[in-house]
């Protein structure tokens, strides 16, 4: 009903007709046509009405502790996990076609989206897949100016700059355009409150008597400045510190230092960044998570955003923070550190090995190695590491524990169990990592390719096994993520936009600084003569991105096709109609022709048009609702009395929605 209203889904155009009465039906599927639900549609409805709060007519089922104990939700500590079982049939079929296909198509992507849901699985796909054959184009111009051009050339870095937003603007249209065919463009409309939301109170809407839950804003902005700010900003410090340390004591062990035991000192500094690494990753994943939670967000898409924000910043200031200072500072200053070095280096720090060899060409090395290591150890870790990992403890517990799997291949149930047990020791499925990974890999190739043109080409070839190598993951070495509804890649658009504008000033700046540079004359004075040059050239070229941005941004909107724009607003007036008649007339129900809504709420001088609306809607819901024979759920205050009948209800609803003809799902 909620989707039908707000046109979202792919409910069918005509309200839903009323069921027979669910105590009195055997097969309620013959009672309603379940057709055009889709089967993570389907999943995504029973886990609404499981982990729904009560206010919202759900269990309120949750695994979070916290929340059992602060709300009226159940669970806590006795459910350790909700998560769908694999559809193993599906699994095996999508691998092995997957397998012996150059690409994805709209009807392959679409059954995706039908299986696993718009948000984690379905969109992700679709922007990496876009994202690969996007790279074509650089790919073939960086491998032709590696070959044929010098580096930092600034033809190379104007088109990339022109790439990267022509890239950003027609995903925007891409988006679109999947949004518009999986019927979820605007879909926050029907977002429902996050079942980890913690409401301080449950208060009555003063317009529509809903049951609706209430968490000051205030107190999330206090969160937000004096534990989220002062958190974020002591670890960006400390990561800031620490890399920069790192590639300090690395830079002067290779290039400066002539004392003993060079050849081992200089791996000291890779060895403890690698091992310090993953535990100060681990530890701002939970820091970040925790933050989140305190900040309390009402839905899922505020939440998401603010959690892919602190992630963002981590794994920018990882990846790229090293090579941005030593593009930007230690290689044109080379020679002024070398002098420091030299009056307090010991004797260590000779004045023929001060600048030696650090020039244009230490950045290239660096951004080769960052990118090649970055993919091989991504392609490891992701796709063979937990391969290995599940079959090494499987010989462990055989040989060693000496434990035996107990046959249970006569008993459906038990064969049931023991396939859901290993399901839940598999990991949760982290779109944030994969999307992380994505925006990194981008990031390299906008920010730093000028310095390593060929930079493209690597990152083509590693997503052609990307977009099978996830695929294996997801179906092979994670749960089944619960699907959720989206109508683009969230909030990492915003992060490449981000990084694309970074990249204009970046890759400008180490054009200008290092075309045509001289090894003989000395860095620092080349960086101080260069310095005007290249704040002109970064103003004119940051203008001319957001010209170019701008004037993008309307070509797409103008692209829109007109089909998409007349049937969309022809659905949208129909049922703008059909809401406006059971909203004044309420003949849906037979009730008289006045909203239910008392009348000294509606004065025309007391109530905004937003105000208004939301009468409306609220009368077309609850009309709605009361036409296929159901409550909504803060309309009634019997509702509230009557847990046990709602329990049965749901049960029989979710038994419906499970069990379908030959049972399918």
């Known amino acids: 009903v909620l989707d039908w209203i707000q046109q979202v889904g792919n409910a069918p155009l005509n309200p839903p007709e009323p069921p027979v009465e669910l105590s009195t039906t055997l097969d309620y599927n013959k009672a309603v046509?379940?057709?055009?639900?889709?089967?993570s549609e389907r999943l995504r409805y029973i886990h609404n009405l499981l982990t729904s709060q009560h206010y919202e007519g759900g269990v309120g089922l949750t695994s979070d502790i916290v929340v059992s104990e602060n709300s009226g939700a159940v669970g806590g500590k006795f459910i350790e996990a909700i998560f769908p079982p694999h559809d193993q049939e599906f699994n095996k079929k999508w691998i092995t076609e997957w397998s012996h296909k150059w690409l994805l198509s709209i009807s392959d992507i679409t059954e995706i989206r039908d299986h696993f849901g718009e948000k984690v699985v379905a969109f992700y796909f679709a922007f990496l897949q876009y994202y690969f054959l996007a790279l074509?184009?650089?790919?073939?111009?960086?491998?032709?100016?590696?070959?044929?051009?010098?580096?930092?050339?600034?033809?190379?870095?104007?088109?990339?700059?022109?790439?990267?937003?022509?890239?950003?603007?027609?995903?925007?249209?891409t988006a679109y355009g999947w949004a518009v065919r999986w019927g979820v463009k605007d879909y926050f409309k029907?977002?429902?409150?996050?079942?980890?939301?913690?409401?301080?109170?449950?208060?009555?809407?003063?317009?529509?008597?809903?049951?609706?839950?209430f968490y000051p804003v205030w107190k999330r902005w206090v969160n937000f400045g004096t534990v989220t700010i002062p958190s974020v900003l002591g670890v960006i410090l400390f990561l800031a510190t620490l890399i920069i340390s790192f590639l300090s004591l690395e830079i002067f062990i290779t290039e400066y230092y002539n004392g003993p035991y060079?050849?081992?000192?200089?791996?000291?500094?890779?060895?403890?960044?690698?091992?310090?690494?993953?535990?100060?990753?681990?530890?701002?994943q939970k820091l970040a998570l925790r933050l989140n939670i305190l900040e309390n967000y009402p839905t899922d898409s505020s939440y998401d955003y603010a959690f892919t924000q602190k992630i963002f910043i981590f794994f920018s200031l990882v990846n790229w923070l090293a090579l941005s200072v030593l593009g930007v500072l230690i290689v044109p200053f080379n020679d002024i550190i070398g002098d420091i070095l030299e009056r307090n280096g010991m004797g260590y720090v000779s004045l023929s090995s001060k600048s030696s060899s650090l020039g244009p060409k230490t950045l290239t090395d660096r951004v080769f190695y960052f990118v090649a290591t970055a993919q091989v150890v991504n392609a490891f870790t992701e796709t063979f590491?937990?391969?290995l990992t599940k079959k090494a403890t499987k010989v462990i517990?055989?040989?060693?524990?000496?434990?035996?799997?107990?046959?249970?291949?006569?008993?459906?149930?038990?064969?049931?169990?023991?396939r859901i047990i290993e399901e839940l020791a598999l990991p949760e499925y982290d779109v944030y990592e994969d999307y992380a990974e994505m925006t990194t890999q981008f990031g390299f190739t906008v920010l730093f390719s000028v310095a390593w043109p060929l930079a493209p080409v690597t990152s083509f070839i590693n997503n052609f096994f990307e977009l099978r190598g996830d695929a294996v993951k997801f179906c092979k070495n994670s749960r089944r993520p619960v699907p959720q509804r989206s109508d683009n890649i969230g909030p990492w658009s915003v992060n490449l936009s981000v990084v694309a504008w970074i990249g204009t000033i970046l890759s400008t700046t180490l054009v200008f600084l290092y075309l045509n540079w001289h090894p003989i004359i000395p860095a620092s004075i080349q960086a101080q003569s260069r310095f005007t040059a290249i704040i002109t050239a970064v103003i004119i070229v940051e203008h001319a991105y957001f010209l170019l941005q701008y004037s993008l941004n309307q070509i797409v909107v103008s692209l829109t096709t007109e089909k998409d724009r007349t049937s969309g607003e022809g659905l949208k007036d129909l049922k703008k109609d059909l809401v406006k008649k059971v909203s004044h007339s309420r003949t849906i129900s037979g009730e008289s022709n006045e909203l239910s809504v008392p009348a000294d709420?509606?004065?025309?001088?007391?109530?905004?048009?937003?105000?208004?609306?939301?009468?409306?809607?609220?009368?077309?819901k609850k009309s709605c609702f009361e036409k296929i024979g159901l409550n909504h759920s803060g309309l009634d205050q019997k509702l509230r009395e009557r847990n046990s009948e709602r329990m049965e209800d749901a049960l029989r609803v979710i038994q419906a929605a499970v069990v379908r003809k030959n049972k399918d799902s």
């Open 262 to 284: 060079k050849s081992i000192l200089s791996l000291i500094p890779t060895v403890l960044y690698s091992a310090l690494l993953p535990f100060i990753t681990a530890y701002y």
């Open 601 to 620: 709420k509606i004065k025309k001088d007391g109530l905004s048009a937003a105000k208004l609306k939301r009468i409306h809607m609220f009368e077309a």
């Open 136 to 173: 074509g184009l650089p790919a073939v111009v960086g491998l032709l100016t590696f070959i044929f051009a010098p580096l930092y050339s600034m033809y190379y870095a104007a088109f990339m700059i022109i790439w990267s937003t022509v890239f950003l603007a027609f995903w925007q249209y």
């Open 385 to 387: 590491l937990p391969m």
């Open 397 to 418: 517990d055989e040989k060693i524990f000496k434990k035996t799997e107990k046959d249970a291949s006569g008993d459906p149930d038990a064969v049931y169990v023991k």
């Open 190 to 213: 029907t977002e429902r409150i996050r079942p980890d939301f913690r409401p301080e109170t449950i208060r009555e809407d003063e317009l529509t008597g809903e049951r609706v839950p």
């Open 33 to 39: 046509n379940l057709n055009h639900i889709t089967p």
